[in-house]
């Protein structure tokens, strides 16, 4: 049990600081101001890691890779505190490996959760500025859809879709993950 608490709270906490770090880089991609609550709280929950790697890794062109590099650290911070929590009794690259997953997981389901608060947005609060700031993250990733999917009765189901693609994600990049670490528990290991 206190394995299972550890490990949901660890969760949180590098969720949260993990997701700020990606959703900055993506702010950074898509050229969000930061002047508004939600820029100041990705600031607030990152500037500790994001600023002191800015200076030893640079962004490729829109690409902030210290964020997304401060997100895999966190993620990599977790995996590391919880394999030392378990008593060691896999192989140190496996919490590489684990990491790197956490940080496609993180970023799959950060999506996920971006595409819900702004379909929630669209239909209550289509004038506030946060829903403008969501409609500015979340078009270009609804555009292929749109493209495919018609309105049906005036009700645009690409959210709908994105999510399905989104979920079907996240199952493959379980299977994924599951076959790989497989791999570690080989002879080698």
Same mark, same amino acid.
């Given at each position: 049990m206190l394995y299972q608490i550890a490990s949901f709270l660890l969760d949180v906490l590098a969720g949260l600081v993990g997701g700020a770090c990606l959703l900055r880089c993506y702010m950074q991609r898509q050229r969000v101001?930061?002047?508004?609550p939600i820029g100041r709280l990705v600031f607030a929950l990152s500037d500790w890691l994001v600023m002191p790697l800015?200076?030893?890794v640079p962004a490729v062109g829109r690409w902030d890779l210290s964020s997304v590099l401060g997100a895999f650290?966190?993620?990599l911070l977790q995996y590391l505190l919880l394999w030392l929590l378990l008593g060691m009794h896999t192989s140190p +690259?496996?919490?590489l490996v684990l990491a790197l997953f956490g940080l496609l997981r993180l970023t799959l389901t950060g999506l996920t959760g971006l595409v819900i608060v702004f379909s929630i947005m669209s239909w209550v609060q289509t004038h506030s500025p946060v829903y403008?700031?969501?409609?500015?993250l979340c078009d270009p990733l609804l555009r292929p859809f749109r493209r495919l999917i018609?309105? &049906?009765?005036?009700?645009?189901?690409?959210p709908l879709a994105l999510? +399905?693609?989104?979920?079907?994600?996240?199952? &493959?990049?379980?299977?994924?993950?599951s076959a790989v670490l497989m791999g570690f528990q080989g002879p080698g290991f």
């Open positions: 101001p930061f002047g508004n800015r200076r030893v650290l966190v993620e +690259v496996s919490v403008d700031l969501l409609a500015r018609p309105l &049906v009765g005036g009700v645009d189901l690409a999510l +399905v693609a989104l979920n079907i994600g996240l199952m &493959v990049l379980a299977n994924v993950q």
